[in-house]
């Protein structure tokens, strides 16, 4: 799932400078949001992961033909009157800088998010569902408490639920919990109000563990991520890699948590296969179109250690 979809538009330039008109020298479309991100990593794992959404206006339909045709997806949507945002990134030839410019948030409705909850629920009742995922922020008050909603749903069929938020949409989980739950260190460091020492995340980690949640992740980019699977806390480094685009890659390891935990997979291989995920996704441009071949040479390439409790 996610709450807040777009189209992510990136534009390859000429170099630049503010108050230039610039021809663009090629542009790509592709879906973004990072459930978005997480379904098309799924796909590439071999899973067959149904995408769920809120999609408007035309940029919204543009989004459910790019998620069928492009991506191989069937959507669950619900129509919003505000429109599917837009993010458009500038990308300089012969230079790694991008910028990125973003609509604003939709303004999505009681009614909007009370429908997309019943879907849900609809297909949750149905055979064969064996895991949702929740993924990004929430864009607007109305849909602050459909993650909390879904959660509590999913746990009473017994379907596993991974987690990937921060802000108001986490700030709504009370009594019902997630099966696994993972954020970035400067998400983490928005839920503690500092800039968090390795003792803070491992500290928050646990936080988690006493509510229920069976696998905590924080991530940090190219630097070591803390994986909390039952009791025992890990420390996983990535290799060093020739990165080409960062942004999915903690959506890819979502999906990997997800098809390790179906594969049945023990911790250390599930820490493994998630983290080879993550950097399998940042080989490649686009978010979540991770490379099976590479997640698996990448797999052996974890550092891993067991941290002393």
């Known amino acids: 799932m996610t709450l807040n979809p777009c189209l992510d538009k990136t534009l390859s330039v000429p170099a630049w400078r503010p108050g230039d008109l610039v ?30 959404t809120f999609l408007g206006g035309a940029v919204g339909e543009t989004c459910r033909a790019l998620l069928k045709d492009a991506d191989g997806l069937e ?62 922020s929430s864009p607007s008050p109305a849909t602050h408490g459909v993650y909390s909603e879904l959660i509590s749903l999913a746990g009473a069929r017994r379907v596993p639920v991974f987690l990937d938020t921060y802000g108001p949409a986490l700030d709504a989980i009370w009594g019902f919990w997630p099966t696994a739950m993972q954020m970035n260190r400067r998400e983490a460091g ?85 983290m080879a995920c993550a950097v399998a996704n940042a080989l490649v441009w686009d978010a979540g179109a991770v490379e099976p071949e590479a997640v698996e040479r990448m797999e052996p390439e974890i550092e891993l250690e067991v941290e002393a409790p």
Do not use: C
């Open 190 to 274: 928005m839920r503690l109000g500092k800039a968090p020492s390795d003792d803070d995340v491992v500290g928050l980690l646990r936080s988690w563990r006493r509510r229920g949640v069976a696998i905590g992740v924080v991530t940090d980019g190219p630097d070591p991520a803390f994986f909390l699977v039952g009791d025992t806390l890990y420390r996983a480094l990535p290799p060093e890699i020739d990165v080409r685009n960062p942004i999915g890659s903690g959506d890819s390891l979502l999906a990997g948590l997800v098809d390790s935990h179906l594969k049945g997979l023990d911790p250390e291989a599930t820490i493994r296969r998630a």
């Open 23 to 52: 021809r663009g020298l090629s542009s790509r479309d592709v879906v973004g949001g990072k459930g978005n991100n997480v379904a098309r990593a799924l796909k590439r794992l071999g899973r067959d992961p149904k995408p769920v």
């Open 75 to 136: 959507p669950l949507a619900v129509a919003t009157a505000s429109p599917t945002r837009v993010i458009l990134t500038v990308a300089t030839e012969g230079t790694d800088d991008q910028t990125a410019f973003f609509d604003p948030d939709p303004a999505v409705t009681h009614a909007e998010a009370d429908e997309l909850i019943a879907l849900v629920e609809r297909a949750l009742a149905e055979p064969g569902v064996e895991a949702l995922t929740l993924s990004g």
